[in-house]
């Protein structure tokens, strides 16, 4: 079987693939871009016309959702612990917080980043600082779902965690963290404490400094 190939840049939505292919043990050739790869990298374009990293290529298959590529590298070789299977408990838990994470939490957190950030010169921080409100207000179904619970689905670590755990890593790095409930700060203290989370950072920052960024 081929190896599978990861294009990302370093700590964006791709750190999840990453962070699942070294809970999974899957050996991945991960390739990172500078960012924004469709402007520093258009070479890149001929691959994926979006622009938008991750991208995985494995063999036919190629995938640019960044929950899906870890869900896919989970089961890549048959279900692990880290994927939960139709007829087990929490089977629809756990598709459903896998979904959450990008469709529901994340998506505030790019429109923030873009508005406040990014593109702040242009007088669209307010806008920005309204979508920061929804992201702290969206938060409130995995506040109330880890009430009493280590871990989201199954009593054990899954895919899941490393979708919504992404968002509340990201929160911390761009500004977002003051609206983030103690609860979930301590979720992602212990998401971020386990070997493989930080052996994929490590990776990816090997190749950002590479790009010398």
């Known amino acids: 079987m081929t190896k599978p190939i990861l294009y990302t840049c370093a700590r ?68 692990t612990s880290l994927a939960i299977a139709p007829g087990e408990p929490d089977y629809a838990a756990y598709l459903d917080y896998t979904y959450h994470a990008d ?6 957190q790019t429109v923030y980043m873009r508005f406040a950030i990014f593109e702040k010169e242009k007088g669209w921080a307010e806008a920005g600082l309204a979508y920061a409100k929804w992201f702290h207000k969206r938060l409130v179904k995995v506040e109330q779902r880890l009430q009493g619970r ?19 890593i990201l929160a911390e790095s761009v500004g977002l963290d003051d609206g983030v409930p103690d609860s979930l700060k301590d979720y992602r203290a212990r998401l971020t404490a386990r070997p493989a989370y930080n052996r994929a950072i490590a990776r990816e920052e090997v190749g950002r400094l590479a790009l010398g960024q």
């Open 12 to 79: 964006s939505r791709g750190l999840r693939a990453t962070w699942a292919a070294e809970e999974a043990g899957v050996d991945i050739d991960l390739k990172i871009l500078p960012f924004p790869p469709r402007y520093l990298a258009p070479e890149f374009l001929a691959l994926n016309p979006l622009g938008t990293v991750p991208l995985l290529v494995d063999g036919d298959a190629q995938l640019t959702e960044s929950c899906a590529i870890a869900h896919y590298l989970a089961t890549r070789d048959g279900y």
């Open 150 to 168: 280590e871990f989201l689905c199954a009593d054990r670590f899954t895919v899941a965690d490393i979708c919504v755990g992404y968002a509340l």
């Open 103 to 108: 469709a529901t939490i994340t998506f505030p």
